[in-house]
């Protein structure tokens, strides 16, 4: 007998540890099941934390030839670095091709509005064929996706309420937009005043895209959403 109960022990032994890893395996799961799961949530979150708003300055102005302006700015680009500016898009107006509209993202406001003030930047300007007093504003940027495009819409307008208008903006959805040739690129608030908003729509197709931005629907949708005053909509061409 006693020759067997070292035997009998190591049976319970294989007995116990069978059970155990049945009962963890009871939830269909295999071993690297929660390696796995624990790789997707981070995944996910790596995901929706990859985008991080941002500070943005637009700069309109009228050139006398984009032509010679475009090599000049360029040029420019050491200063604009050293401001902590970085060139998101150039676009002309579809209207008016020599009235011109930068893009910058802003990584030191203090810096970019210092620049802003400095007579070298008018200097720069008239130098470079620049014939109006440039228009700064400044927004801070809660979507955007990146992207190249040959044509965009630019929107702006004051909200009596941004949280309240966002819920309809949102409601409408990007893919209804889509659908309609407008693409949803970028969406900011006013610095200086918050319920300023700053639309771009890439578009995709321009003839549904007049369509739809001029619509009664859209004018209705805009009410409802509580757009203050007549919208500032315009058309503009990638900047080559």
Known sequence: ????????????????????????????????????????????????????????????????????????????????????????????????????????????????????????????MIKAGVISKPDFEYYHMIRFTPGTEKQWIVVNHKVKDFAAWLKVFDAEGSAKRESEGLADRALARGIADTNMVHIVFRVTDMAKAKASIFSDEKKKLMENAGVVGKPDIRFYNAGQ
């Open 1 to 124: 007998m006693k020759t067997l109960k070292p035997v009998l022990q190591c049976l319970l032994a294989i007995a116990v540890a069978t059970a155990l890893f049945s009962c963890g395996g009871s939830s269909g799961k295999k071993a690297g099941d929660t390696t796995a799961s624990a790789s997707t949530d981070t995944s996910k979150k790596a995901s929706t934390a990859a985008f991080t708003p941002f500070d943005v300055v637009d700069i309109t102005h009228n050139v006398k030839d984009y032509a010679k302006w475009r090599p000049a700015f360029d040029a420019d680009s050491t200063n604009q670095k050293a401001a902590g500016l970085q060139t998101l898009a150039v676009g002309r107006d579809a209207d008016s091709s020599n009235r011109i509209l930068i893009a910058f993202k802003i990584s030191d406001m203090a810096k970019a509005k210092a620049m802003e003030a400095d007579p070298k930047l008018k200097e720069t």
